[in-house]
């Protein structure tokens, strides 16, 4: 560890270092699914999953609600897909060739090269799904090979406990909680923070290829190996 002249340690010198690029995605393509920057062609395919109909459970931990009709959530989709940060993402089934949720990648600091993952909205198929994660593997691949970042994130309330053992599943490291972070619908979220950093990316690489490799699925799509958490 280096010290100054002071005797005080010293971090890590990054002499090369720049800030990164913002995202910038037309399509991030793999087996099952496909990664599209969300656009008004997405609308029909999404509305059952942020209309009426959306399971209320599914919305418990977000900060909105479903949309009651077709005319309020267009306003909203609209709003979706102008934004630049969150940088909203569809996630399109190959099969079916439809929009089967979306996601987000937002609180961007390229000054710093970190970057967060959010606003992850499912349909019932998607959740707990090898397209779900093959998803996240598609975006955490970008951000840390076509972006060159240094940290991604993962944040969510703490009570939301489907959300923090799919970030550790997904090789994100818990970090601590920040108490009374948010106020949402009326009530108070300590958030959870999670991080994966570019120095861990390779292994978590292997672990996720390994795992989405067409020989770890039987003939009727389940699992052969789970995918371990990382240390």
């Not at 599914?58 to 630049?84: A, G, L």
């Not at 799919?166 to 009326?186: P, S, W």
């Amino acid at each position: 560890m280096p010290y100054n002249e002071f005797g005080q340690a010293l971090g890590q010198a990054l002499p090369s270092f720049t800030a990164g690029p913002l995202p910038e995605i037309r399509v991030l393509l793999g087996q099952t699914v496909r990664i599209e920057k969300l656009a008004l062609a997405h609308e029909a395919d999404l509305y059952p999953i942020y209309g009426p109909d959306a399971p209320r459970q599914n919305w418990t931990y977000m900060s909105i609600e479903p949309f009651q009709n077709r005319e309020d959530f267009h306003c909203f989709f609209e709003k979706m897909v102008q934004s630049s940060d969150p940088y909203y993402l569809a996630i399109v089934d190959q099969a079916s060739n439809q929009a089967v949720g979306t996601f987000a990648l937002m609180r961007m600091d390229a000054a710093n090269r970190v970057i967060e993952m959010g606003w992850v909205v499912y349909s019932r198929d998607l959740q707990r799904s090898r397209q779900a994660t093959e998803s996240q593997y598609l975006v955490m691949k970008y951000v840390f090979e076509n972006l060159g970042y240094r940290r991604y994130e993962w944040k969510c309330d703490q009570l939301n406990q489907a959300s923090c053992q799919a970030a550790l599943r997904l090789g994100f490291h818990y970090e601590g909680t920040f108490r009374q972070a948010l106020v949402y619908k009326g009530r108070n979220r300590d958030t959870a923070w999670f991080s994966l950093l570019d120095s861990e990316w390779p292994s978590r690489k292997d672990a996720l290829e390994s795992w989405l490799a067409d020989s770890n699925f039987d003939e009727a799509g389940r699992q052969k190996t789970s995918l371990s958490r990382p240390e």
